[in-house]
């Protein structure tokens, strides 16, 4: 056996179904044993039905692979809001945990982000070399909520700088340009196209004119309180994925960002099913996320891994850098991670190893001269490389540790 099967990470990618332009067999051809999906064309909010599961697992097994976790199982609006549908959003959810349950499922990705998911404000970013990766400006993204979401008070959150340069980005655009960057923030969710407008996000964020952060704490709370029992039960570890960025963004608030979030969620229902999906490069943007030592804090409570690293700017922007780059030491955070699965192993926890992926790619290579990616930073020679990179760093580390 080797050092890597005897003592490393599961190998998994994000796989976005049967259209995605990555095929299962690309996959596999990466060495990776496994895939991270969903089943993105259940609307929001509905019961996920068990036939529908295992047709998308026959599928994935067929192509030599494991269906490692879900990512994600959707919470919907009016479950952060506690409005409108919510409760029975809450029971199709524990419907959706059961059957996955059924069909052997045992790890569910989610987030707790209100309206918007992850935010860019540039998804083909030149870089030197060529290459183009996922961007975020804070100025072009004051440029976006003070004069095209025109969201009262956004001025508030931003220096007189940052607003005179969002003012001369904003007018600098055509309005094809305007559409274009619009939707780059507003509608580049990866595997759904939600089809949302401007209009849609305002009628969103009012629902969140009376919630503050401990109010959003309080009502993730309650969902943790109805849905972890359940998820116990049937064997599955749920994992929350932070923020990104790890702040709060056009007003609201955002509370799985830092460690004191992490700290609070985890006791808001202190049990292992309610656990973390550790992504660094969410994490990242933050320069006070020390990314080892939360993993040596927290680390018998991850339940999934996202290898990623970005580079901070001194203004506040950040970038997707290549994966042993940027500002995140992944040498240390891939050690951390070991000594926590060789710590579970020790204990004969059946769940010491951790599944990971290479998150985010750059567009390198072929993948230039294709069309513009459906799931932006989900280009798969850029996650082949980053696979590889992190590969060869965990079997020099686990030589290090126990050769």
């Excluded at 996955?100 to 030149?126: E, H, Q």
């Excluded at 790619?361 to 082949?384: Q, S």
Aim: include cysteine; glycine fraction near 6%.
């Amino acid at each position: 056996m080797s050092a890597l099967n005897e003592w490393g990470m599961e190998e998994s990618m994000r796989w976005y179904g049967p259209l995605d332009k990555v095929s299962l067999n690309d996959i596999r051809q990466s060495g990776a044993s496994a895939v991270i999906t969903s089943l993105h064309h259940i609307p929001y909010g509905e019961a996920w039905p068990l036939e529908d599961i295992i047709v998308r697992k026959k599928l994935i097994e067929e192509a030599g692979l494991r269906w490692a976790a879900v990512e994600s199982v959707p919470v919907h609006e009016d479950i952060k809001t506690r409005t409108g549908r919510y409760q029975e959003y809450i029971e199709n959810y524990k419907i959706s945990l059961i059957n996955l349950g059924k069909a052997g499922i045992d790890t569910v990705i989610y987030n707790f982000m209100p309206v918007l998911d992850w935010v860019r404000t540039d998804i083909s970013y030149k870089l030197a070399d060529g290459s183009e990766c996922l961007f975020y400006d804070p100025v072009h993204f004051a440029a976006f909520d003070m004069f095209i979401l025109e969201r009262p008070g956004a001025d508030k959150d931003y220096t007189e700088d940052q607003i005179k340069r969002a003012k001369i980005f904003y007018d600098s655009l055509s309005s094809e340009e305007k559409k274009e960057f619009t939707q780059t923030i507003i509608d580049v969710f990866p595997g759904t196209k939600l089809g949302l407008s401007i209009d849609d996000i305002k009628n969103m964020l009012s629902k969140y004119a009376n919630i503050d952060t401990d109010q959003l704490k309080a009502h993730y709370k309650s969902f943790l309180e109805e849905i972890i029992p359940v998820a116990a039960r049937v064997g599955i570890r749920m994992a929350v994925h932070p923020d990104d960025p790890p702040w709060n963004i056009m007003g609201l608030p955002r509370i799985v960002s830092c460690s004191q979030d992490i700290e609070d969620l985890l006791a808001m229902v202190d049990d292992p099913s309610n656990g973390l999906c550790f992504c660094t490069g969410s994490y990242s943007p933050r320069s006070d996320n020390d990314l080892p030592r939360m993993i040596e804090q927290y680390g018998n409570r991850i339940n999934c891994v996202h290898l990623r690293s970005t580079q901070r700017n001194s203004d506040g922007s950040f970038y997707e850098a290549n994966h042993l780059e940027g500002s995140v030491d992944m040498y240390q955070v891939i050690t951390q991670l070991l000594k926590e699965q060789a710590r579970r192993k020790s204990e004969g926890r059946p769940d010491w190893r951790f599944t990971f992926r290479p998150d985010h790619g750059h567009t390198i290579i072929d993948d230039l001269k294709k069309e513009v990616p459906d799931n932006p930073g989900y280009t798969l020679i850029g996650r082949l490389k980053g696979l590889a990179e992190i590969r060869g760093l965990e079997l020099g580390i686990i030589k290090g540790l126990w050769a």
